[in-house]
């Protein structure tokens, strides 16, 4: 219990220093053709955004896209031991979420890791629990977390830092929060970790 929560706290702090880095840094991150958080990319990317899932959810249960049908779904990808991106991206989220109050009954917040190797049920339990009490966490097989990444235009990829230990490692991912429709349709989206809850908010507002 302890370890999560100073990690995320120290991911915070990190993460205003190394926001800079990763702007700079995410298109170098992603193959061309990959949707980049750039504002050229948004309309080319925005119809091929989403589509069927396979997952299992943060209580070992397996659900599909379908079981989401009729809310709708403000979707990061991310992985639990990441130091500055994924805490404050779902911190932002959660934030925008009580912001809108009463409403955000309509949309679910899911957490899809790419990071099933450590990312457990079990482990997205116990992490997605710190953040918003109707996150869901949603992790799966390495092959159904890689078609649901590839439907939602991710990219991903395992790093090692140099001098670390082996079997450490961290992920390289894509930093975008999806607001999908209660058809499923792509609606909006926000920079993960370089918007604020409030912007958030209001771009929820604006198509809920
Ligand atoms: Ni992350």
Redesign the pocket.
Known sequence: MKRPVKRIVFCLGVALLVVAGFMAGRDMMAPKGWLVDTPSSQSRGAALIGGPFTLVDHTGKTVTEADFRGRFLFIYF??TY?P???PTALTAMAEALDIIGPAADRIVPVFISVDPERDTPEQMAMYVRHFHPALVGLTGSADQVAAAAKAYRVYYAKATEEGSDEGEYT?D?T?IVYLMGPDGKFRTHFSGHATSPETMAKGILDVL
Do not use: I, L, V
């Open positions: 991310g992985f990441c500055d991106a994924c992920m991912h930093s």
